[in-house]
């Protein structure tokens, strides 16, 4: 069974910068879609970047020119670098991989990111 394993998250001061990995094991078959979805507390949970596997990005626009997608598709890795954050960055970052970017075949165990003003 595919397992996706999150590393990155934590306390950060406003303005500061964080980078969050998700790298997938027991993969067979080739990724298109990978990318970062978060969860605020009280709040749905919403794509924040998608990636392709020729490239192709895209961003919520809350945090288009702070935050970077890539990936590493030898090493079925997904990166989130993170800059400039706000307090109202502050929630549980899942990364996905496969499926669409609207319905995601897997899920990461979530990890926090924490921004302190």
């Known amino acids: 069974q595919v397992q996706l394993v999150e590393s990155g998250g934590g306390l950060v001061q406003a303005g500061g910068s964080l980078r969050l990995s998700c790298a997938a094991s027991?993969?067979?078959?080739?990724?298109?879609?990978m990318g970062w979805y978060r969860q605020a507390p009280g709040k749905q949970r919403e794509l924040v970047a998608g990636?392709?596997?020729?490239?192709?990005?895209t961003y919520a626009d809350s945090v288009k020119g702070r935050f970077t997608i890539s990936r590493d598709n030898a090493k079925n890795t997904v990166y989130l670098e993170m800059n400039s954050l706000k307090p109202e960055d502050t929630a549980v970052y899942y990364c996905f991989m496969g499926g669409t970017y609207n319905y995601p075949a897997y899920w990461g165990q979530g990890t926090q990111v924490t921004v302190s003003a």
């Open positions: 990636i392709s596997r020729s490239g192709t990005t």
């Open positions: 027991r993969i067979t078959f080739s990724i298109n879609n």
